[in-house]
């Protein structure tokens, strides 16, 4: 039994082991068939016309008019023979070394790559010939390394060394490459002017051998931003010119002296390219998006730049006009996108940018100081403390940890409504908010808040946990003015985030293969908050900013476009803010320091700017209107009362106010409170030799809004009713006749009903003497006699019941009595 069942195992393994070889020859056949078939369509369109055309890249505005071409398109094309013998050996040296011998691909490069293949599961990295990288340029842009291409580019690079000669293969090579990290380096003809002002046929050997060194990574050895790195790549090329013979021992030594510096143009910005800014965001974004890259591969690109505001946000940037952002050591930075549909419009990158500089408009983060207040802290309250916007936040002291932040005006000023507190910016206020929402739902959720609006969390916050000085904008690793417009954008949207985006679509030229960005980001928008919150925050902002109450929004309040905006200063005043959005658009500027030290306290840039793009869409004129949601309600509540309450008939109208609720989170109890005000504790009236009435009552203190009421009475009846705004000043009623006059003041509920209790003070206007009663006379004793007993007949007239100081003259005295209320 045992001999058997070792048979029959032995039986089984070789029955498993035909099967598996079997299966192995099926997929290698398979895999065979399926990589010829690959191969085939990929080189049966070949035509040597493809690589002949020299037509390039072009981006389109929003019109379809053409902004930008990349390449030749830029510049002249230069032939084969215009191009000096140095950069054909540098070239050579560096890249295809066996060029001028091979047919199109050299084998030593080939098996190479195949071995690394073989280590690699399927990618093939290197081995390509000059031949092959032109091949690779037109008929293989998605730069995807597998062995279908590269056996592609084998086979159509021997056929394009029998169409076409080796030196115009090198020619249209040397046309298409990128030599550096701007789009004004594509093509030898660019790229000999941009780095060093000159025609290609007059560059040296050092400058030849720069160039030819850029060409493997022309991201890297961009002389403009890393010089040390391009003189290594410099000398690396000369030393393969001198080992294959196209120079001396001598020569590469020399050469390697010649400091780069000396061999580029002074100024090492080229001239400026129209609208900049936003085709280097169009680049960028292609490339992300669809692992094309506009630079090498021919294609047609779609965009949503809206020509007017490009080029007044270019003006801006070059300062045309008007005197902005010329401070040294301070850069600028604004986004504006369609609110609807995150469709970026246009894009200030920074002052005076060109081509491939530092970017501040989605590039570079900052603190957003107070502008992230809509966002972190009371849209959050709406979504999940269900929060009115008549609630009434709390601005008093706040500790933490021996962290206790103020306001700006060092003052803290209790229950305020959210208007108050958005407008007036109270950082007392924002924390408190932010620090209920934490409470209720904690850090976790509030940082998943965050990212779902497009903001960027890195590893050690996430593992740290927020902390409470985001509340007021003290995030360290901080926000671009695109995300903040993103993000703006989406409390005008009604709670959607779109991910902002230039392009439409890109249309590959030599294929007619379209990627759609647009459809994508479309697709792929997501509701983040509910359109009862978007609706709330929006409400709050939008009143307070055309309330015209607060003179940072004064400008573009009076516009009258329903605009919702928030400012945003950082400490020292390092950056500043103005974030904004209308029913059509939402914008974010930041203007700021980028050098140590550096302080904005007497300039506001960030304001002006967003101003003036407030103004333009102004002149354009507001298409949409924000949308009120079926999950709201409008209803009366009592000021100050949570949970929310609704007036009774005895609640002080001043109490009273109209908010917007979510459904179902309304007041659900009756006001039952007993409404009073504070007592006037002192009221004074005076009487000047004018006959000007002056009036003083202590100043009221309570939580209501009153007006000070005086009250004149003359032989019983009321002749005079004033009321003052503050709580001293004269009165404009003269008493006309003498007598005693009866001054009572009073406080007064303003937009109510409710008074205080009542003072009241007398004053006594004495009767004129006739003109012939002051005549004088010759004094004799008996004169004397009777005009001393007249004196004394007239002070006692003067003198008051409590013993009152006389007045000026001996004519007007007060008296002072209590009064019921």
């Not at 609110?339 to 530092?358: E, Q, T």
């Not at 939402?586 to 101003?611: Q, R, V």
Request: glycine share 6%.
């Amino acid at each position: 039994m045992k001999i058997l069942k070792n048979k029959s195992n032995k039986f089984s393994r070789q029955k498993i082991i035909k099967i598996v070889i079997s299966l192995v020859c099926v997929a290698l056949i398979g895999g065979g068939c399926y990589m010829g078939f690959s191969v085939f369509q990929q080189i049966k369109d070949f035509d040597i016309k493809n690589l002949t055309a020299t037509s390039t890249s072009r981006i389109l505005d929003a019109n379809g008019k053409v902004i930008y071409k990349f390449g030749t398109a830029t510049g002249e094309y230069v032939k084969y023979d215009d191009l000096p013998e140095v950069l054909i050996d540098a070239v050579v040296s560096a890249e295809d070394s066996r060029y001028f011998i091979h047919d199109g691909f050299d084998i030593p490069r080939i098996i190479k790559a195949f071995l690394t293949n073989i280590t690699h599961r399927g990618t093939i990295a290197g081995g390509s010939t000059i031949t092959q990288q032109l091949i690779k340029k037109t008929y293989y842009p998605d730069e995807e390394r597998t062995i279908q291409r590269k056996i592609g580019e084998v086979i159509l690079s021997i056929e394009a060394t029998k169409q076409t000669s080796k030196k115009k293969v090198m020619e249209l090579y040397l046309n298409k490459i990128y030599f550096g990290r701007s789009q004004q380096t594509i093509g030898i003809y660019s790229a000999s002017h941009y780095y060093f002002d000159k025609n290609p046929q007059d560059l040296t050997l050092p400058e030849a051998a720069l160039l030819a060194g850029a060409i493997n990574s022309p991201y890297w050895y961009d002389p403009f931003t890393d010089l040390t790195k391009a003189t290594n790549r410099r000398n690396t090329i000369l030393n393969l010119m001198y080992q294959h013979g196209y120079i001396t021992k001598e020569q590469c030594e020399a050469t390697k002296k010649v400091p780069i510096a000396n061999t580029l143009k002074s100024n090492p910005i080229a001239q400026n390219q129209d609208y900049a800014s936003y085709v280097d965001r169009v680049v960028r974004e292609v490339k992300e998006k669809t692992n094309y890259d506009p630079t090498k591969t021919n294609m047609t690109i779609y965009t949503y730049m809206d020509k007017d505001i490009q080029e007044r946000l270019d003006e801006i940037s070059e300062s045309k006009d008007y005197n902005y952002i010329r401070t040294n050591g301070t850069q600028v930075g604004s986004a504006v996108v369609s609110a609807k549909d995150g469709r970026i419009v246009g894009l200030l990158s920074a002052r005076d940018y060109k081509n491939g500089l530092m970017d501040y408009a989605y590039r570079s983060y900052h603190q957003p100081g107070s502008s992230i207040k809509p966002i972190l802290d009371y849209a959050p309250a709406f979504e999940y403390l269900y929060w009115s916007t008549g609630h009434t936040a709390d601005d008093s002291e706040f500790t933490q940890g021996g962290w206790s932040p103020k306001n700006w005006d060092k003052q803290v000023h209790g229950d305020v409504s959210l208007e108050e507190a958005l407008g007036n910016s109270w950082n007392l206020a924002a924390i408190h908010t932010f620090a209920a929402v934490e409470k209720e739902i904690g850090k976790d959720r509030l940082q998943t808040w965050l990212k779902n609006l497009g903001y960027t969390i890195n590893d050690k916050i996430n593992k740290n946990g927020l902390n409470t000085s985001w509340a007021i904008g003290g995030w360290d690793d901080g926000v671009t003015p695109l995300q903040q417009a993103a993000a703006y954008a989406t409390i005008s949207n009604g709670g959607t985030y779109i991910e902002p985006h230039a392009v439409d679509k890109i249309v590959i030229n030599t294929t007619g293969e379209t990627v759609n960005i647009d459809k994508d980001a479309q697709a792929n928008a997501k509701q983040v908050m509910t359109e009862a919150t978007a609706f709330l925050i929006r409400k709050v902002m939008t009143d307070y900013v055309k309330s015209g109450d607060y003179s940072s929004y004064t400008t573009v309040g009076a516009l009258d476009d329903n605009i919702g905006a928030k400012t945003g200063t950082t400490n020292d005043a390092k950056d500043k803010w103005f974030c904004a959005y209308n029913p059509d658009y939402a914008w974010a500027t930041w203007n700021g320091g980028t050098e140590k030290g550096i302080s904005l306290s007497n300039t506001n840039d960030a304001k002006k700017i967003s101003e003036d793009i407030a103004r333009l869409l102004h002149r354009r004129g507001v298409k949409n209107e924000y949308k009120t949601p079926n999950t709201v309600v409008e209803e009366k509540m009592v000021i100050g009362s949570y949970p929310y309450k609704s007036p009774s008939s005895s609640t002080p109208s001043s109490m009273v106010r109209s908010a917007w609720f979510v459904k179902g989170h309304t007041p659900n109890e009756t006001d039952t409170k007993t409404y009073s005000l504070e007592d006037l504790t002192s009221f004074s009236a005076s009487i000047s030799s004018s006959k000007e009435i002056e009036v003083q009552f202590a100043a009221y203190s309570g939580q209501y809004k009153v007006n000070y009421v005086v009250t004149i009475e003359h032989n019983g009846q009321t002749v005079a009713t004033e009321t003052l705004e503050s709580n001293s000043g004269k009165l404009s009623y003269q008493p006309s006749e003498a007598g005693v006059y009866k001054i009572t003041g009073y406080y007064k509920e303003k937009d109510g009903s409710m008074t205080s209790n009542k003072l009241s003070r007398e004053i006594t206007i004495q009767e004129e003497k006739k003109p012939e009663e002051t005549q004088q006379t010759t004094e004799t004793p008996e004169n004397s006699s009777n005009q001393q007993q007249n004196n004394a007949n007239q002070n006692n007239n003067n003198q008051t019941t409590n013993n009152q100081q006389q007045n000026q003259g001996n004519q007007n005295t007060t008296t002072q009595t209590p009064a019921q209320q």
